[in-house]
């Protein structure tokens, strides 16, 4: 459902049209008040139309134009503040939501809309499985159709040895459910494409795929591999061997790829209760970055350290603490500062701002029961709107129903 939220929220924020040229008249204007100028402008620094993109300050302006009684820009308020992928501008929930009542009181059917799926969303319990599964080769499995009709040449490719070819054989034999296929492929080239002296080139154009698929090869190989691996798809399910090869080797920040390989081979760990060794990866794992390009990407990644939480709170392969569950929970909601800034971000880690919302959430039940410290109220309060605002399901469905 948080997949719907945000594809809404990415439909709304692309259907605006006309977006205006950022210049001092139009400036001069928004400051005077005139609300379609601050319309204008707001919509400027979202697209970063002749100014640095900014959603702090697209914001600042739609809400001059909201208070107005402007409905357009109550809804671009709401689904700016209900939106994790921003980089500049912390989610707020409970600012979004508001927003957006208030669009759809004036009957506004995207607000009324976006309003409904919250209302579902929130009812929603959580999965127990690790949820990110996107892989670099997901890229791939969308060229699908492309790679089908090239199968004569991926075929003569492959007869020449061609790694890269190999690996197209094993996306189509995944589609085809022939998953014995798909490892032969993938093992076959596993020890080649971990050789750093080894450097493919695409076997097709590169203006025709845009994937640079030979720098990033070995990771779309070894992914795969660990997923067959984790899910006993060709082979026999091995949680070792998966987390073996999704932690194999690779600097993921260098090509700004997704951290969800180290996740999902972390997770693994801990479904082979080798809990040592996921409590040493989740440390490991707790806040960094790397460069890409002239920006940063940010691997922090809270839903693992939320499950080692939860690990302590049971007693679940350690002993049982709740005083360092609570620790961990409280730990995961002070670093939420040093989620924004960052100008790259990927999947999952600008879903951190929910896993920090689910946190939140359990602090404050836990100050409220006393569980791992004194009973407190006040900070139970505290942690409860710090859940709201990150949107946690849990603390909205309990708000509405009190």
Not at 181 to 188: P, R
Not at 283 to 296: R, V
Request: proline letters at 2%; one cysteine or more.
């Amino acid at each position: 459902m948080k997949h719907i939220i945000t594809l809404i929220i990415i439909i709304g924020l692309t259907a605006f049209s006309s977006f205006g040229q950022y210049n001092k008249s139009l400036v001069q204007q928004a400051e005077n008040g005139k609300v379609s100028a601050q319309l204008e402008l707001a919509k400027c620094y979202l697209e970063g139309n002749g100014i640095d993109q900014s959603q702090l300050e697209a914001v600042k302006w739609y809400e001059s134009a909201a208070q107005k009684g402007n409905v357009e820009a109550m809804v671009a308020c709401g689904e700016l503040y209900c939106d994790d992928w921003n980089v500049d501008l912390e989610p707020d929930y409970v600012k979004g939501i508001e927003w957006l009542r208030k669009a759809a009181a004036k009957g506004n059917k995207k607000a009324i809309e976006y309003i409904s799926n919250f209302d579902s969303y929130i009812k929603q319990e959580e999965a127990d499985d690790c949820p990110f599964t996107w892989l670099p080769c997901d890229e791939d499995f969308d060229r699908l159709e492309f790679l089908k009709e090239k199968r004569n040449l991926i075929d003569k490719e492959y007869r020449n040895n061609n790694p890269i070819a190999a690996y197209y054989l094993s996306i189509i034999a995944y589609n085809d459910k022939d998953f014995t296929k798909v490892v032969k492929y993938l093992s076959e080239i596993y020890p080649l494409v971990m050789d750093e002296n080894n450097d493919y080139e695409d076997i097709f154009e590169q203006d025709e795929s845009n994937i640079q698929i030979g720098a990033t090869l070995a990771a779309k190989v070894f992914s795969l591999l660990g997923w067959c691996y984790e899910h006993g798809l060709g082979v026999d399910k091995d949680y070792i061997k998966a987390a073996d090869y999704y932690l194999s080797e690779f600097d993921y920040t260098a090509f700004g790829m997704s951290m969800v390989p180290r996740v999902r081979g972390v997770y693994c760990y801990k479904k082979a209760k080798l809990i040592d060794k996921f409590i040493d990866e989740v440390n490991s794992l707790k806040m960094g970055t790397g460069m890409f390009g002239t920006g940063y990407v940010t691997y922090y990644v809270p839903w693992l350290q939320i499950k080692l939480a939860e690990m302590y709170m049971v007693g679940d392969g350690v002993s049982p603490s709740k005083k360092k569950a609570l620790e961990i929970y409280e730990s995961i909601v002070d670093q939420r500062k040093d989620l924004l800034g960052f100008l790259w971000g990927w999947y999952p880690e600008f879903r951190s701002y929910s896993d920090v919302g689910a946190a939140a959430y359990r602090a404050s039940l836990m100050y409220k029961r006393g569980d791992g410290c004194k009973a407190d109220e006040e900070m139970a309060d505290l942690y409860f709107q710090i859940a709201l605002k990150y949107g946690n399901r849990s603390a909205w469905y309990e708000r509405q129903n009190k």
